[in-house]
């Protein structure tokens, strides 16, 4: 009996011990969360100044961009070597010489030169003694390594206009200067633009006429078709006449594509020029040569 009246207090007494232990544990465990979620604060004084406040701050570092250094300009040297052989011959293009007046009564200012500016220019490079080329003098030069003549230069014109056949003409015969007439031969005899008897009577006062295809047509297309026909039909018509037998183009708009420049290379052609600006002129780059559009200013602004 005083065993069976001794157990039940025993009992009671071994539960309010592992309620304590429990009640201990949660204690200890709440102020080990308040230690790590509450967030310590620095008390700054009032008497701290705004600069003194930004002298210990301690801002998070940031990371800049790499720069990427610009690619450094090939220089004749470096063309020379990966291209060449090179030569430093400005090719020259227009499209219309007339007055002003006549250009922007017909919208075409922002393709014209002046004729009185244009007599300036043309006088400019025969008093600096400049020599006007054709074509065939670089085709030498790439192929035959023929030295082109020093103070060389190429005058070339875009489109076949009329104008280039009453303003300028005249003035490249009485200076004895060469000129290259670019022409779309399917414009021929359009609305201001040259006839073919006008193209016969320049011919024989040293103008070289090379093909610009025959509508004028941009040759950056993927229309191979299109590629094919303009460059053969104008092709054509120029041969028939005896013309362009140097075999040289020029891309209008200055338009091309790997295409384009294969297309021209199997039909036999030496040479095609765009209307990047430059006048370094190398071998391996035959079919793509840069050329310096010229505007109504003195050529002296032009390096020359």
Not at 97 to 118: C, E, R, S, W, Y
């Amino acid at each position: 009996m005083m065993r069976t009246k001794k157990l039940p207090q025993i009992l009671s007494i071994f539960v309010l011990i592992i309620i304590s232990i429990l009640i201990a544990s949660n204690i200890f465990l709440l102020a080990t969360l308040k230690k790590k979620t509450v967030p310590v604060v620095t008390k700054v004084s009032n008497a701290l100044t705004p600069a003194q406040i930004a002298e210990h701050a301690k801002p998070a570092p940031t990371s800049l961009p790499t720069p990427i250094p610009s690619p450094k300009p090939l220089t004749f040297a470096d063309l020379n070597s990966l291209y060449g052989p090179c030569v430093n011959l400005p090719v020259l293009f227009y499209h219309h010489i007339q007055n002003m007046d006549v250009a922007k009564a017909a919208g075409q200012q922002n393709l014209t030169v002046a004729t009185d500016i244009f007599i300036q220019q043309m006088q400019y490079l025969k008093d600096h003694g400049y020599i006007t080329l054709s074509t065939n003098s670089l085709t030498d030069f790439f192929d035959k390594s023929t030295p082109v003549p020093s103070g060389g230069v190429i005058l070339t014109f875009d489109d076949g206009y009329e104008d280039f056949y009453v303003n300028a003409v005249p003035i490249l015969r009485q200076l004895g200067f060469k000129a290259v007439m670019s022409l779309p031969t399917g414009l021929v005899g359009n609305p201001g633009y040259m006839t073919w008897d006008e193209l016969s009577q320049a011919a024989t006062t040293g103008v070289e006429i090379v093909n610009h295809t025959w509508s004028h047509a941009n040759l950056s297309t993927n229309d191979t078709g299109l590629v094919q026909r303009e460059v053969v039909t104008a092709d054509g018509q120029l041969t028939q006449r005896g013309y362009n037998s140097n075999k040289a183009f020029v891309y209008p708009y200055g338009g091309y594509n790997d295409y384009a420049i294969s297309f021209l290379q199997g039909k036999g052609y030496t040479m095609a020029f765009t209307t990047v600006s430059g006048s370094t002129l190398c071998k391996k780059l035959r079919y793509t040569l840069p050329r310096i559009r010229i505007g109504n200013a003195s050529l002296s602004a032009y390096g020359f």
